[in-house]
């Protein structure tokens, strides 16, 4: 695919800093958000905008969403004036989001009845990795489609894995989103409970870093804890809507997972408590309150 017009939907810190990595490299996407300021800052830079997923899917060769969720994605994608009504044969969509896989795998069935490609390729690491092309991507899809892209992709990611089948994208992204913040919950409980039974938490982290128990979300969750700073970038209302959709892939796997259940308890609990725009170390602050 050889100077691909591409398209964005979705210009949050970290959409609006892949498109502004597109732009470095050479290419001027067409846009959409509901931001107008988001908006205005990348037309500012020579981006052009669409009024709906018809008009862009019908400009565009790459369609790519970095949307909040499945429903979200599926708002664009289907009705008169969606992405699918203005779809071009041979376009590919990459959703950049954490769906639900048989989400996922139902609107790349639809694309390929019109023929067009689905990569559903979510995302690792920061938006200050977005905006220098350093983030990692998890791609998957069929390989054809895949291999197509793939020259975009690697202007947008250091590293980035093809993972097979379309939805085992969002299947191992909803997996390691749920190790992640169930390690921050049990870790942020674990200074919480030291502080209550008289156990320094600078100490606590001193020991418990030497030891296997150490990792980089220990150190997020010791910098909230012990000293106050919240730089782990990643919300409690997404942790929460992560942990939800991985649920709901282990229901339709014909299984549950009751650790997930817990720590999904314990997200939806901070949500409750007016924490869902901190940090997801910031549960810290639910736990320091909890009581029997």
Sequence with gaps: MENPVIGFIGLGLMGGNMVECLQKNGHEPVVMDLNKDAVDAVVARGASTAANGKELAAQCDIIMLCLTTSDVVEGLMYGDDGILAGIKEGAVVIDYGTSIPASTRKIGADLAAKGAGMVDAPLGRTPAHAKDGLLNIMAAGDKATFDKVKPILDIQGENVFYLGALGAGHTTKLINNFMGMTTVSAMSQAFAVADRAGVDRQQLFDIMSTGPSNSPFMGFCKNYAVDGVSDLGFSVANANKDLGYFLKMAED??????????????????VDAGLSQGNVPEIFDYFMTLKT
């Design 253 to 270: 796997l014909g299984t549950r997972s009751e650790i997930a259940e817990g720590t999904s308890n314990n997200l939806q609990a901070a």
